[in-house]
Protein backbone atom coordinates (compact mmCIF):
# COMPACT_ATOMS: atom_id res chain seq x y z
CA UNK A 1 0.00 0.00 0.00
CA UNK A 2 1.45 3.41 -1.13
CA UNK A 3 4.96 2.18 -1.69
CA UNK A 4 6.13 5.32 -2.95
CA UNK A 5 4.72 7.20 0.22
CA UNK A 6 5.83 5.10 3.25
CA UNK A 7 7.47 2.24 4.01
CA UNK A 8 6.58 0.73 7.36
CA UNK A 9 10.40 -1.22 8.17
CA UNK A 10 11.86 1.84 7.21
CA UNK A 11 13.84 4.07 9.83
CA UNK A 12 11.76 7.12 9.37
CA UNK A 13 8.41 5.90 8.48
CA UNK A 14 8.19 8.68 6.17
CA UNK A 15 8.88 9.62 2.48
CA UNK A 16 8.08 12.44 0.31
CA UNK A 17 6.88 14.67 3.55
CA UNK A 18 3.87 12.33 3.86
CA UNK A 19 3.13 9.91 7.33
CA UNK A 20 0.68 7.32 7.13
CA UNK A 21 -1.65 6.47 10.58
CA UNK A 22 -3.04 3.29 11.04
CA UNK A 23 -6.14 2.96 13.41
CA UNK A 24 -4.91 6.21 14.50
CA UNK A 25 -8.34 8.34 13.60
CA UNK A 26 -10.21 5.53 12.92
CA UNK A 27 -9.95 1.79 13.47
CA UNK A 28 -8.48 -0.57 10.54
CA UNK A 29 -8.65 2.95 8.65
CA UNK A 30 -5.35 4.13 6.70
CA UNK A 31 -4.82 7.82 6.84
CA UNK A 32 -2.59 9.95 4.73
CA UNK A 33 -1.45 13.17 5.62
CA UNK A 34 1.50 15.47 7.31
CA UNK A 35 1.76 17.96 10.50
CA UNK A 36 4.26 20.06 11.02
CA UNK A 37 5.52 23.50 13.19
CA UNK A 38 7.19 26.13 11.40
CA UNK A 39 7.86 29.88 11.91
CA UNK A 40 5.19 29.99 15.01
CA UNK A 41 2.17 28.24 11.97
CA UNK A 42 0.94 24.83 13.43
CA UNK A 43 -0.34 22.80 10.40
CA UNK A 44 -1.70 19.45 9.79
CA UNK A 45 -3.64 17.85 6.93
CA UNK A 46 -4.82 14.29 7.06
CA UNK A 47 -7.07 12.46 4.44
CA UNK A 48 -8.97 8.94 3.79
CA UNK A 49 -8.28 7.80 -0.07
CA UNK A 50 -11.64 5.48 0.69
CA UNK A 51 -13.93 7.89 0.99
CA UNK A 52 -12.09 11.30 0.73
CA UNK A 53 -12.79 12.03 4.61
CA UNK A 54 -10.51 14.68 5.57
CA UNK A 55 -9.48 16.82 8.46
CA UNK A 56 -7.27 19.97 8.19
CA UNK A 57 -6.27 22.19 10.91
CA UNK A 58 -4.55 25.89 10.40
CA UNK A 59 -3.03 28.14 13.06
CA UNK A 60 -0.46 31.06 13.25
CA UNK A 61 1.03 32.27 16.38
CA UNK A 62 1.22 29.01 17.93
CA UNK A 63 2.82 26.47 19.37
CA UNK A 64 2.07 22.40 19.32
CA UNK A 65 2.65 20.84 22.91
CA UNK A 66 1.86 17.26 23.66
CA UNK A 67 -0.82 18.44 25.47
CA UNK A 68 -3.07 21.60 25.60
CA UNK A 69 -5.99 23.44 24.05
CA UNK A 70 -4.58 23.21 20.05
CA UNK A 71 -3.54 19.41 20.95
CA UNK A 72 -7.16 18.50 21.93
CA UNK A 73 -8.51 20.35 19.27
CA UNK A 74 -6.40 18.63 16.97
CA UNK A 75 -7.44 14.91 17.93
CA UNK A 76 -10.98 16.18 18.05
CA UNK A 77 -11.11 17.12 14.63
CA UNK A 78 -9.30 14.69 13.57
CA UNK A 79 -11.69 11.93 15.40
CA UNK A 80 -15.00 13.74 14.25
CA UNK A 81 -14.37 14.03 10.30
CA UNK A 82 -12.77 10.58 9.99
CA UNK A 83 -15.03 8.47 12.09
CA UNK A 84 -17.93 10.06 9.60
CA UNK A 85 -21.18 7.94 9.71
CA UNK A 86 -19.47 5.72 12.06
CA UNK A 87 -20.45 4.09 14.98
CA UNK A 88 -17.20 5.26 17.82
CA UNK A 89 -18.11 2.49 20.14
CA UNK A 90 -16.43 -0.47 18.58
CA UNK A 91 -17.00 -4.42 19.43
CA UNK A 92 -20.23 -6.16 20.48
CA UNK A 93 -22.96 -3.65 20.47
CA UNK A 94 -25.44 -6.38 19.96
CA UNK A 95 -28.85 -5.31 22.75
CA UNK A 96 -27.37 -2.18 23.68
CA UNK A 97 -30.00 0.94 23.23
CA UNK A 98 -28.88 3.48 20.31
CA UNK A 99 -29.40 6.11 23.03
CA UNK A 100 -26.64 4.55 25.67
CA UNK A 101 -23.81 4.15 22.78
CA UNK A 102 -24.25 7.67 21.73
CA UNK A 103 -23.76 8.49 25.97
CA UNK A 104 -20.83 6.07 25.93
CA UNK A 105 -19.21 8.24 22.94
CA UNK A 106 -18.78 11.15 25.38
CA UNK A 107 -15.91 9.32 26.46
CA UNK A 108 -13.61 10.72 23.30
CA UNK A 109 -14.16 13.85 25.25
CA UNK A 110 -13.08 13.53 28.54
CA UNK A 111 -9.86 15.54 29.16
CA UNK A 112 -7.30 13.86 31.59
CA UNK A 113 -4.32 15.28 32.94
CA UNK A 114 -1.25 12.93 31.87
CA UNK A 115 -0.52 12.08 35.34
CA UNK A 116 -3.05 9.86 35.74
CA UNK A 117 -2.75 6.36 35.15
CA UNK A 118 -6.62 5.64 35.64
CA UNK A 119 -8.00 8.84 35.55
CA UNK A 120 -11.05 8.91 38.22
CA UNK A 121 -13.65 10.26 36.38
CA UNK A 122 -13.11 7.74 34.00
CA UNK A 123 -13.44 4.52 36.16
CA UNK A 124 -15.89 5.80 37.07
CA UNK A 125 -17.80 6.26 34.06
CA UNK A 126 -16.41 2.50 32.69
CA UNK A 127 -17.49 0.81 35.56
CA UNK A 128 -21.13 2.23 35.40
CA UNK A 129 -21.57 1.59 31.70
CA UNK A 130 -20.36 -2.25 32.80
CA UNK A 131 -23.24 -2.07 35.31
CA UNK A 132 -26.15 -1.56 32.87
CA UNK A 133 -24.67 -3.55 30.60
CA UNK A 134 -22.98 -6.50 32.08
CA UNK A 135 -20.31 -6.82 29.81
CA UNK A 136 -16.27 -5.97 29.60
CA UNK A 137 -15.63 -2.85 28.31
CA UNK A 138 -11.93 -1.44 27.20
CA UNK A 139 -10.56 2.15 26.94
CA UNK A 140 -7.42 2.96 25.01
CA UNK A 141 -5.63 6.41 26.40
CA UNK A 142 -2.22 7.82 24.69
CA UNK A 143 0.49 9.27 27.03
CA UNK A 144 -1.00 12.46 26.56
CA UNK A 145 -4.59 11.39 28.11
CA UNK A 146 -6.49 11.44 24.62
CA UNK A 147 -9.25 8.61 24.53
CA UNK A 148 -8.45 6.42 21.57
CA UNK A 149 -10.40 3.96 21.11
CA UNK A 150 -13.71 2.31 23.49
CA UNK A 151 -14.76 -0.96 23.03
CA UNK A 152 -17.27 -3.53 24.24
CA UNK A 153 -16.84 -7.31 24.57
CA UNK A 154 -19.10 -9.57 26.24
CA UNK A 155 -19.28 -10.70 30.14
CA UNK A 156 -15.53 -12.37 29.64
CA UNK A 157 -13.91 -10.88 27.20
CA UNK A 158 -13.18 -8.00 25.10
CA UNK A 159 -11.34 -7.21 21.93
CA UNK A 160 -8.28 -5.40 22.00
CA UNK A 161 -7.20 -4.12 18.49
CA UNK A 162 -4.08 -2.98 17.55
CA UNK A 163 -3.27 1.13 17.77
CA UNK A 164 0.41 1.83 17.29
CA UNK A 165 0.99 5.67 18.11
CA UNK A 166 4.84 5.15 17.28
CA UNK A 167 6.82 4.10 14.41
CA UNK A 168 9.26 1.47 15.50
CA UNK A 169 7.94 -1.98 16.26
CA UNK A 170 10.60 -2.53 18.88
CA UNK A 171 9.21 -0.21 21.47
CA UNK A 172 5.94 0.57 23.20
CA UNK A 173 3.38 1.38 21.66
CA UNK A 174 2.30 4.60 22.90
CA UNK A 175 -1.01 3.60 24.37
CA UNK A 176 -2.15 2.19 27.67
CA UNK A 177 -5.71 -0.10 27.57
CA UNK A 178 -8.01 -0.09 30.63
CA UNK A 179 -10.28 -2.53 30.85
CA UNK A 180 -13.26 -3.60 32.96
CA UNK A 181 -14.37 -7.10 34.60
CA UNK A 182 -18.10 -7.06 35.47
CA UNK A 183 -17.50 -10.59 37.98
CA UNK A 184 -15.72 -8.06 40.34
CA UNK A 185 -12.00 -9.73 40.09
CA UNK A 186 -9.74 -7.52 39.24
CA UNK A 187 -6.92 -9.76 38.51
CA UNK A 188 -5.46 -9.74 35.30
CA UNK A 189 -5.69 -13.06 33.42
CA UNK A 190 -3.43 -14.97 30.97
CA UNK A 191 -5.06 -13.41 28.30
CA UNK A 192 -4.88 -9.75 29.11
CA UNK A 193 -0.90 -10.31 29.64
CA UNK A 194 -0.84 -12.23 26.33
CA UNK A 195 -2.42 -9.06 24.68
CA UNK A 196 0.04 -6.64 26.93
CA UNK A 197 2.81 -8.94 25.12
CA UNK A 198 1.59 -8.84 21.53
CA UNK A 199 0.14 -5.53 21.06
CA UNK A 200 3.38 -4.01 23.32
CA UNK A 201 1.05 -1.56 25.55
CA UNK A 202 2.73 0.76 27.61
CA UNK A 203 0.04 -0.93 30.18
CA UNK A 204 -2.76 -2.91 30.91
CA UNK A 205 -4.73 -2.61 33.60
CA UNK A 206 -8.31 -4.75 34.82
CA UNK A 207 -10.84 -3.29 36.88
CA UNK A 208 -13.13 -5.32 38.61
CA UNK A 209 -16.63 -4.15 39.25
CA UNK A 210 -19.77 -5.36 41.32
CA UNK A 211 -22.94 -3.62 40.13
CA UNK A 212 -21.93 -0.09 38.42
CA UNK A 213 -19.19 0.07 41.13
CA UNK A 214 -15.10 -0.72 40.64
CA UNK A 215 -14.00 -2.86 43.18
CA UNK A 216 -10.48 -2.74 42.58
CA UNK A 217 -7.38 -2.36 39.92
CA UNK A 218 -4.43 -4.64 38.44
CA UNK A 219 -1.57 -3.29 36.40
CA UNK A 220 0.76 -5.13 34.33
CA UNK A 221 3.99 -3.60 32.48
CA UNK A 222 6.90 -5.32 30.24
CA UNK A 223 10.25 -5.83 31.84
CA UNK A 224 13.10 -7.82 30.72
CA UNK A 225 13.23 -9.68 28.03
CA UNK A 226 13.30 -13.79 28.26
CA UNK A 227 14.30 -15.91 25.48
CA UNK A 228 13.95 -12.24 22.95
CA UNK A 229 9.93 -11.95 24.44
CA UNK A 230 9.47 -9.07 26.85
CA UNK A 231 7.89 -10.41 30.81
CA UNK A 232 4.86 -8.96 32.33
CA UNK A 233 5.24 -7.29 35.68
CA UNK A 234 2.47 -7.28 37.39
CA UNK A 235 1.26 -4.93 40.02
CA UNK A 236 -0.52 -5.86 43.49
CA UNK A 237 -4.50 -5.58 43.65
CA UNK A 238 -4.91 -2.20 44.38
CA UNK A 239 -8.18 -0.59 46.16
CA UNK A 240 -9.30 1.51 43.43
CA UNK A 241 -8.63 5.13 45.59
CA UNK A 242 -5.01 4.01 46.42
CA UNK A 243 -4.38 3.36 42.71
CA UNK A 244 -0.35 4.92 42.60
CA UNK A 245 -0.95 6.97 39.71
CA UNK A 246 2.26 9.32 39.40
CA UNK A 247 4.60 5.73 40.23
CA UNK A 248 2.47 3.54 37.12
CA UNK A 249 2.96 6.39 35.04
CA UNK A 250 6.57 6.72 35.59
CA UNK A 251 6.80 3.06 34.76
CA UNK A 252 5.75 3.82 31.68
CA UNK A 253 8.78 5.66 30.44
CA UNK A 254 11.44 3.41 28.48
Known amino acids: EYPELYEPQGKSGRGLGMAITRGVFRRNATIVGHQGV????????????????????????????????LQTASRRCSISLTNKGENMIHGNLEGIR?????????????EFDGEYFA???LVAAMSRY???????????????????DVSIGDSGS???????LR???????????????????????DVDLNALVKLRFDAIAAIGV??????????????????????????ALVPINRIPQAEWMARIEE
Request: with cysteine; aromatic share 4%.
Open 210 to 235: LGDKATGIQAAFLGERENGVPTPQET
Open 167 to 189: RSLDRLCGVRCLHTHPDGNPELS
Open 98 to 110: AQLIKEMESLYAL
Open 158 to 164: VPLPEVR
Open 119 to 121: PPE
Open 38 to 69: AYGAVCEAWLNPEDGAAAILLTNGAKMRSTGA
Open 130 to 148: TGIIRREISVYISRDGDVL
